[in-house]
């Protein structure tokens, strides 16, 4: 029997259908990545799976006593709750039963009753078992390998920022070991090495995964089957992510021959019934008449909802954009020695670094967003600056799109908006939706969208990539090259920043490199 098994399944909303009778299997041992544009329902997927929401109908049935372990990155965390209080609550079970042994010692002490001493001693044989004693060094192990070591063990989970809370709630996960593992955009917040750890983790781990990721090049390495949701449809192909898509692709190119095929048939039937109507062959026209009402219809395969962004331009002739001296960024206390460095004419830049290290904390000081520590940080007076900040955080999640687009940009009509949000991948039906049901890629082109209504000269994005399907990555990839003026970006994603930067600088190691070209 198979551990996870999804039978006939439809799923959709008021104006959209996301699936319609779709089915497939997770087996032991495989690890499947879930792909599929934005907004084509795979976060939809994951809570159907786990029973946040019911479908339209179909079934979802778990094997028996199956342990499913969630990374839900929207968890509700009680106030006050501490990293290594957090973490330690993966293994609840076990310190309830450690308290319950102390309990029976203390019981003996007083009463000498060795059946208490029995029961003690099993409990403890029951958690030596279970690595009980090893808890904490495991727990070290895994804040070590997703990068939280500079994190206070003993600092509030509520005062961190998005990507710590993040990993976080990853760790917490591992640590439960359960039979499936469900993650939904894991690398979203992790650099290069920690994506390598989380990479060899999931390579050793024996049970059963599903992954929703964008980061292609992360699924090729975890996983071994791969299922496409898109068009109502969601099919599952063998092997790895590219040797899924090459399954694909051959599928659909059958697709369109099997098409064309019918309907060269379905023209020949329709031109034989207009001919012999009334003819004295009308009684084979009235057959074929029949034959083609019950002809199965085969559909051309669809194609995806293309993205294409183009960031206006406005003309400054300024030769020294972006100046930083000296620069000592952070809140309490400085996060990074003081930082130096210059952007030029058209110069377009990229920051790395891991998680945690102050790239949005620079990015955000030298935007003024935030007070310096010490130095300064100058942007030639004739710059105009266009920044997408990484945070989804919307003033009222009940608003549109449209409203929300419209209520910035008080003087555009209707229609400008629209067609604005369709450019850039938003469909009539999400520009109407509150924002807040929007998936993560499609609210991210709503932010991408409003950047494209004001010209500037210097781009500041601050992980623009994470959420976004492959295709939309590589338009927005496009329309950053092709802006003529300068660009600082912020990406996990190395990929990204081949062909498109003319330098990096590492915010960990305060070193700048030329990137080729």
């Known amino acids: 029997m198979a551990l996870l098994d999804v039978e006939n399944l439809s799923m959709g909303f008021a104006d959209k259908m996301l699936y319609d009778e779709a089915s497939f299997q997770l087996n032991k041992g495989e690890h499947m990545g879930i792909v599929g544009q934005n907004g084509v329902g795979k976060s939809t997927l994951i809570k159907l799976i786990t029973g946040v929401e019911l479908p339209l109908s179909g079934s979802v049935k778990w094997q028996k006593n199956t342990k499913i372990g969630y990374l839900d990155q929207y968890a509700d965390i009680p106030e006050g709750m501490t990293l290594i209080k957090f973490l330690h609550t993966a293994y609840k079970d076990l310190y309830d039963m450690s308290e319950h042994m102390e309990k029976l010692y203390e019981q003996y002490a007083e009463t000498m009753d060795d059946k208490l001493l029995e029961q003690a001693g099993r409990i403890q044989e029951n958690l030596e078992a279970h690595s009980f004693y090893d808890i904490e060094t495991e727990i070290e192990r895994v804040i070590t390998g997703l990068g939280l070591d500079d994190v206070k063990r003993d600092q509030a989970i509520a005062n961190m920022s998005g990507g710590q809370r993040s990993k976080i709630i990853l760790a917490k996960l591992i640590l439960e070991s359960p039979d499936v593992i469900l993650l939904d955009e894991p690398t979203n917040y992790l650099d290069t090495a920690h994506i390598a750890w989380l990479v060899d983790y999931l390579n050793s781990f024996q049970g059963a995964a599903m992954i929703i990721s964008h980061d292609y090049d992360f699924l090729e390495q975890v996983t071994n089957c791969i299922i496409n949701v898109a068009f109502g449809k969601i099919m599952k192909y063998r092997g790895s992510f590219k040797q899924a898509m ?267 490199r030329e990137q080729p070209k």
């Open 246 to 512: 090459r399954q694909r692709h051959e599928r659909e190119k059958a697709q369109q021959r099997e098409y064309e095929k019918q309907q060269v048939q379905i023209e020949k039937a329709k031109s034989f019934i207009r001919k012999n109507k009334a003819g004295s062959k009308s009684t084979m026209a009235k057959s074929r008449e029949k034959m083609l009402s019950h002809m199965e219809i085969v559909e051309p395969p669809s194609t995806n909802i293309h993205a294409s962004f183009d960031f206006p331009y406005e003309d400054t002739g300024s030769q020294n954009a972006l100046s930083v001296d000296e620069l000592s960024v952070g809140y309490d206390k400085p996060l990074l020695k003081p930082v130096s460095f210059s952007v030029n004419t058209d110069q377009k830049v990229g920051f790395e670094g891991f998680n945690g290290v102050g790239k949005s904390t620079l990015i955000k000081t030298i935007l003024g967003l935030l007070k310096p520590k010490g130095g300064s940080a100058n942007f030639s007076p004739s710059a105009k600056v266009s920044y997408f900040s990484q945070d989804l955080v919307w003033s009222n999640d009940n608003q549109t799109p449209l409203q929300i687009v419209q209520e910035k940009y008080p003087k555009l009509t209707q229609k400008d908006i629209r067609t604005k949000l369709a450019k850039c991948g938003l469909d009539a039906a999400n520009a109407m939706k509150p924002i807040g049901e929007l998936s993560g890629g499609e609210q991210t082109k709503v932010k991408l969208s409003m950047m494209e209504f004001v010209p500037s000269n210097f781009l500041i994005m601050d992980e623009p990539t994470n959420h976004l399907d492959d295709e939309t990555k590589e338009s927005l990839k496009r329309a950053i090259k092709a802006f003529p003026g300068n660009a600082i970006i912020v990406s996990h994603e190395a990929s990204f920043y081949n062909g498109l930067v003319d330098k990096v600088l590492d915010v960990e190691k305060l070193s700048l």
